[in-house]
């Protein structure tokens, strides 16, 4: 069709587009004051990684189940990789974390390409039903193979090299690589935001039929999608590894990681750039509250929280931030 | 001029049902084509086949001189092939602007060129207003026009529009037709399937007919609708117009005559002014009509005319937005739908809907479950079983084993076990083979002989008409005509009405 002089006038043409440079404003707002968690709350570094390190794993599982609309129950497979091929570097071959955490990312995009041509070709409830299917196996498996794993006996590491002269085993050196990690991951989804491939994603999420009809090839996209969440996902787990210092497979490889991480992405706000964040925060900071608040009885307070979220705000409590605001 | 799109003996079978049957179809630049033909003649399937949201079953499609038969749906719109969904499918959590800009993506990988031809179809659709709002926000009307837009988006050569029209008041049917002149004129060739026949005629240069999966006509607006085969597949078959049992009765009797002998002291139906919608669609606009007791009279009207809302809103199914839906002395409008069946009237659903996994008695008993009737079941089910004796002795089997026309019978029955005064059938016959069309014709006579009064809706017009007392015509949720069955079998008007000339 020829194309004709432009006469956009109407205010709401602009406003109906995402603005890019606004959201990444806020990204970098929101980093630069979870920098200062380390001096402020010096006694409570464990459980700032803990949950900058989930918010950003949550971060990149988002960017398939939310922003792609793929349900995967099976993220711990990334988490496992990224943690058991670092350790099994270092502890094997004497290699360094950091390129073994590499290395897991080059075993997790693999193992995601294998696994999403399968199974994206099925629409529906398929690939979640799959996911958890082929994060038990591989659990089984890690479980079983002990040669190469070490079994149900884990693996534990004794020491590690610097990091650019940082200790890694320092929680205050581990909290700002997860920040780092959460920063990429939030980066990600910002762009995802607004970019052609993110409108790509939210297409196929909404209506696979119509994206089609727009040209869009969704097995192709969700496998893209895929590979880049388990890229993010599988530095987490490095990174996860290296934070615990001793891991086994029945706890890497878990449904209830896999849960988790879903869960704190939906808690927050799915196909938003900090509901998992939010997600991760309350989750993890609410169960520590619970725990000590409520001996004994924290599981069933946690999920009488989950139940009040689910009925409540629906769409995440992010949401509920921006709903309150437009009042 | 050149062959946009070419297909060869086309075929989509689902099961045993052959949806296309070999069409052969051709399209040229610049041309804008109307696609009609009855309920489930395979429009939107064929729509289905050429964008590749299905895989044929055989044959082959072109596009521009090149193949496409297996090319997946997603190439096909970067070929130049774009489309609206009937049923409409927009990215309802992303705003208006984001759903253009998806497709405007396709053809401009660069963000600020696809936001401007983003901005510039929101505007020539006139959503600009809406820009900012998420698709799931938009009305109806608003949604349809969506559709268009983001097909447009696609700067498509081909272009296929699946019902844009229908469902929206005269005047946003009136800018969506002015919306189509123009893009034509922009250059893009267009296929239309439209239930408003009005807008079809005057719209195409060409009219292609479907009827049960197969081209039976095709030619100007004017040809076709003087074209008897296709007038046949509108209105229904002769079929059987001697073939009539029974001579107890006969279709030129004049109603009051004909139930002389009855207790016409019964509750008379009667419809005032009812308008009802679904949403902010309206359907109904001030219809009015009236069943006295112990009449047979036919509602029929073209494919979305309001046939099945009127039903709908008697049997309280629907809220009557306003005027009054009266049954005898109750106000129907004001009761709840048990109440209305426990005062006798009682609806048996196009499509038949029954319980599948049950057993045919089990779906009998559903159908007297009120208080009323609940003492009566014996009694009842022993009149169904004398009406449908194979109902009787296949009481044991499921429902869903049953053949269509079994089925139809079974929803006939369950719709009696309620004891009604009043019985609403909703196409009896659709889907149905010619000679248990004919059986279904032959029950609803005994029926009506048995002292019941019958409300039917029926796409068979010829049939209908013939059995009917009195039978009204609705068009675009208006009655247009009202008059004696056999007497509307001869009207001009009933033609106009079905095919829009």
Redesign the interface.
């Given at each position: 069709?020829?194309?004709?002089p432009?006469?956009?006038?109407?205010p709401?043409?602009?406003?109906?587009?995402?603005a890019g440079p606004w959201s990444l404003g806020w990204v970098l707002v929101v980093l630069a004051v979870l920098a200062f968690y380390p001096v402020v709350f010096r006694n409570f570094l464990t459980l700032g990684v803990t949950i900058v390190l989930f918010a950003g794993m949550a971060t990149a599982w988002d960017v398939l189940g939310g922003w792609t609309g793929q349900l995967s129950l099976g993220h711990a497979v990334f988490v496992g990789i990224g943690a058991y091929t670092m350790a099994l570097l270092v502890l094997r071959a004497g290699v360094a974390p950091w390129w073994g955490a590499m290395a897991g990312v080059g075993a997790s995009v693999v193992v995601a390409a294998m696994w999403g041509a399968v199974t994206f070709r099925l629409r529906g409830p398929y690939f979640a039903l799959a996911s958890i299917a082929v994060a038990e196996m591989t659990r089984i498996v890690a479980n079983n193979w002990a040669s190469l794993t070490g079994g149900a006996e884990g693996v534990s590491l004794p020491s590690l090299p610097r990091f650019l002269g940082l200790d890694l085993f320092s929680r205050r050196v581990e909290f700002y690589i997860a920040l780092v990690l959460l920063g990429l991951a939030v980066v990600a989804a910002s762009w995802l935001q607004?970019?052609?491939f993110g409108?790509?994603l939210?297409?196929i999420r909404?209506?696979e039929?119509?994206?089609?009809?727009?040209?869009?090839?969704?097995t192709r996209d969700k496998v893209l999608a895929f590979l880049a969440s388990a890229a993010l996902t599988s530095l987490g787990g490095s990174l996860y590894g290296i934070f615990l210092g001793f891991f086994e497979p029945r706890g890497m490889f878990s449904l209830d990681l896999s849960v988790q991480l879903a869960l704190m992405a939906y808690i927050g706000g799915v196909?938003t750039l900090f509901g998992p964040l939010v997600g991760a925060g309350l989750l993890v900071g609410g169960s520590e509250v619970l725990r000590i608040y409520f001996p004994g009885k924290s599981l069933f307070v946690y999920g009488l929280l989950i139940i009040l979220v689910v009925l409540f705000a629906p769409d995440g409590l992010g949401t509920v931030v921006r709903r309150v605001r437009r009042v | 001029m050149s062959e946009v799109l070419r297909t060869e003996q086309l075929r989509k079978l689902f099961g045993g049902l052959v949806a296309v049957n070999d069409v052969e179809f051709a399209v040229a630049e610049g041309e804008i084509v109307g696609l009609i033909g009855p309920n489930g003649a395979g429009k939107t399937t064929f729509f289905n086949l050429v964008s590749g949201a299905m895989r044929v079953s055989s044959g082959r499609i072109f596009f521009q001189g090149r193949e496409i038969t297996h090319a997946p749906a997603y190439q096909r719109a970067e070929l130049g092939i774009g489309r609206t969904f009937q049923i409409m499918k927009p990215f309802p959590r992303l705003t208006v602007m984001e759903n253009l800009l998806v497709g405007a993506y396709l053809r401009h990988p660069n963000r600020h060129a696809a936001v401007r031809w983003a901005a510039e179809v929101i505007e020539m659709m006139g959503l600009a207003e809406f820009a900012s709002a998420s698709a799931r926000s938009l009305t109806t009307a608003g949604r349809k026009r969506l559709e268009v837009a983001r097909a447009l988006t696609l700067s498509p050569t081909l272009l296929l529009l699946d019902e844009v029209v229908a469902g929206l008041n005269p005047v946003e049917a009136e800018g969506t037709v002015e919306l189509i002149r123009r893009i034509r004129d922009r250059g893009a060739t267009i296929i239309m399937v439209e239930h408003v026949m009005r807008v079809i005629m005057g719209l195409s240069d060409r009219i292609v007919v479907l009827a049960n999966g197969s081209n039976i006509a095709e030619g100007t607006p004017q040809q076709v609708a003087t074209n008897p085969d296709v007038i046949t597949a509108y209105l229904g078959t002769h079929e059987g117009r001697d073939a009539r049992p029974q001579a107890t009765w006969s279709p030129g009797t004049p109603a009051g005559e004909n139930h002389s002998a009855r207790d016409d002291t019964g509750p008379t139906l009667a419809l005032r002014r009812v308008q009802a919608a679904y949403g902010d669609v309206q359907v109904l606009w001030d219809v009015s009509l009236e069943v006295r007791p112990g009449e047979l009279v036919a509602l029929i009207g073209a494919n979305g005319a309001g046939k099945t809302t009127t039903l709908r809103t008697v049997a309280r199914l629907l809220r009557v937005r306003d005027g009054e839906v009266q049954f005898g002395t109750n106000r129907l409008d004001q009761m709840s739908s048990h109440d209305v069946v426990n005062l006798g009237v009682a609806m048996v659903p196009e499509g038949r809907q029954l319980f599948n996994q049950m057993t045919v008695e089990e779906n009998l008993l559903t159908g007297s479950s009120l208080a009323r009737t609940r003492t009566l079941r014996r009694t009842n089910l022993d009149r169904v079983y004398t009406l449908f004796p194979l109902l009787r002795e296949r009481r044991r089997q499921e429902a869903s084993t049953l053949s269509g026309g079994e089925q139809q019978m079974l929803a006939i029955g369950r719709g009696l076990m309620s004891a009604p005064r009043l019985l609403m059938l909703d196409e009896p016959s659709l889907g149905l083979a010619p000679t248990i069309v004919e059986e279904v014709f032959r029950v609803v006579q005994d029926i009506r002989r048995e002292g019941i009064t019958v409300l039917l809706v029926e796409q068979n017009v010829q049939q209908a008409l013939r059995i009917a007392d009195r039978a009204y015509v609705i068009e675009s949720g208006r009655i247009v005509l009202e008059g004696p069955g056999p007497e509307l079998l001869q009207s001009a008007e009933v033609r106009r009405a079905y095919l829009g000339i």
């Open positions: 069709m020829p194309q004709t432009l006469s956009v006038s109407h709401a043409v602009r406003r109906g587009v995402n607004r970019s052609r409108y790509h939210q297409a909404e209506d039929d119509a994206a089609m009809a727009v040209g869009i090839n969704p196909g | -």
